[in-house]
Structure formats: structure tokens, C-alpha cells
């Protein structure tokens, strides 16, 4: 499986998404998940504090899947493992949890469940602007210092916001914010349906190019959208709507005549669009079976055509 460098590792270029660890996927299902995508290659593993049964909201429940599975095969040293905090309560999504104080809570609560004792990434799972950056730079600066994480980064930031902070990280010599992650897909959707989430946008893009920020992208295959064009397969009307536009038209017709050529099918096609982007770009995949997991490392090794990305950039951002 293609991977990147990143904190004096190689890192695979498609991560495993726990999010219904604990909820629609159970612990059994999810341990065979998390020992077929190892045994494709891979070893970079995401989930976040509020992961798991979002049926009967609960806390942990992906986590402690993944802590459990980690201690039972006694190779949390060759994972890369990140998890996510500061989310808002899901029943009042404008209320910020990013003080010092919450966010202490939920990464503590996060290595409990986990059993483990220091994150490889954390990432902030959402963002309040209204709080100055310098207190949350500050806070985050003190894990790395404590040891408990290695770097950290932002999930759903502007990207001025991201700037910013790196601006008064530089100004007192600390790492800064070193990865960010956005909905960054080969198919553009209409909408993200909720106004917390962020895109890669062209500036955001160009953020990364400048400073080769990795990028963990998520919804990186659009909810599938491509594939089912691809297949032939039925499509559900919400599903049609939030894809419909020219440019995701244009991106179809390009991938069928490559797939009409075998060259790639859909999956390699919407992988490869962010693994081969001029920064390192990490694909963020998820599955409900193992068939497609077990095709993973297949998939991290496929490419493009010269210049495609570039033209593929041009009608996606």
C-alpha cells in the first residue's frame, strides 16, 4: 500500500474510518475490519471521541473498540493512530467545546478508552471563532510538551483561521498546527448539509501546496456516487441531487473513458485523485464488510495519468 512520510514514519495512504464502530458495526465485525486492513498494508487508523453509536448517542464507543483491539493484538506501536476531539454536543451544534478545560477532558477520556498513553494526531474536531486561536494553540502545545500527543491538527477550520494560528505558533517557536483535515472528494457535492463542515476549497488547496500540509480527507469516495455511476448501479434521489452539477458530469465522463480502457476502476479513480495530489494527501475510507477493505492495498498503489489531477482540480475545488 502507498504510503507517505509523516513524523518519521510511513503512514498508509488510506486510513481506516471507524465511525460506526460500536453502533451499526459491532466489536467483532470491526475487530476482523481492523485485521483485514492490516493485513493489506495498512496502519493508519481514524476515529474520535464521539465515534460509535450515534443511534443512542454515546461517548467512547468507537474508541474502546479500537483500544480493546490494539491491546489484544499487542501492536499499538505499529499503528498510526489519531482520534478527535472538541466536538459539539449533537443535540446544540453551535455550542463550542473548545476550552482548555474540554479539551483536556475529551483527550484524557480519549487515551482512557484507547489504552494507550500518547496520540500519533489530534485533531480538534471542530472549530469556534470566536475563541482566540493563541488559548487553543496554547493548550494543544501543552499536550505535545506532556507527551500525550506527537502533533496535532483541525478538522472543519478556514483556512485563514488555520493560518492564523500558525502565524503566533511561529511567533513563540512552537510546532504549530501539522495537519488538517477537510471533506476533500473527487466529486463535489452541493451541499455538506451541515454549516460546521469544511471543504477543500482552492485556497485550502493551495495552503497545502505551499506548506505540504497533509491533508486526511474525509468522505473521500462521496458516499460512493461514483462507483454506483459507474456500475450502473440505482442511485437514491438525495444522493443524485447533492452530486448534480456540470463539473461532476465532466469528472464522470473522464473516469468512464479510463475505466472503458481498464486502466482504473471507480474506487482506484477516487483514491488515486488524492493520493497523487502535490502534498501528502491521506484517503479516508470506511466499510460496512471486508470485501472491499481486503482490496485496499490494491487501491493505495494506484495512479493517474499525467496531468489528470490537475484537470480533475480544476472542476472539484
Sequence with gaps: MLTHRLNGRDVSAIGL??????????????????????????????????????????????????????????????????????????????????SPREISSDL??????????????????????????????????????????????????????ILEANRYAGSRGYHGIGANQPQ??????????????VRMDRAMHDMHCRLSMPCFCFSSQAEGILSKKLSGMPVRGDLESKYASEANSAILEKIKALAAKG?????????????CQPFPCFALCGSFGLDRIRTWGRLGNAGLP???VDELNSLTL
Design 17 to 98: 474510518g471507524t465511525a460506526h464502530y460500536g453502533g451499526l458495526i459491532q466489536k467483532s465485525l470491526a475487530f476482523d475490519q481492523m485485521d483485514a486492513y492490516v493485513a493489506a498494508g495498512g496502519n493508519l487508523i481514524d476515529t474520535a471521541r464521539v465515534y460509535g453509536d450515534f443511534v443512542t448517542p454515546k461517548t467512547g464507543e468507537s474508541e474502546k473498540i479500537v483500544g480493546q483491539w490494539m491491546e489484544e493484538r499487542g501492536n499499538r506501536k505499529k499503528i498510526f493512530l489519531y482520534t478527535k476531539g472538541g466536538h459539539p454536543p449533537f443535540d446544540c451544534m453551535s455550542r463550542s467545546r473548545l
Design 108 to 161: 484524557h477520556e480519549s487515551l482512557a478508552d484507547l489504552r494507550c498513553n500518547h496520540i500519533d494526531v489530534y485533531f480538534l474536531h471542530r472549530d469556534d471563532e470566536s475563541r482566540p486561536v493563541e488559548e487553543i494553540v496554547d493548550t494543544l502545545e501543552g499536550f505535545v510538551a506532556e507527551g500525550l500527543i506527537r502533533m496535532y491538527g483541525v478538522s472543519n477550520w478556514k483556512t485563514e483561521r
Design 184 to 197: 476533500f472528494s473527487l466529486m463535489k457535492p452541493n451541499s455538506l448539509g451541515d454549516p460546521t463542515l
Design 263 to 275: 486502466v482504473l476502476d471507480a474506487d482506484e479513480a477516487s483514491v488515486a485523485f488524492l493520493t
Design 306 to 308: 499525467d496531468g489528470l
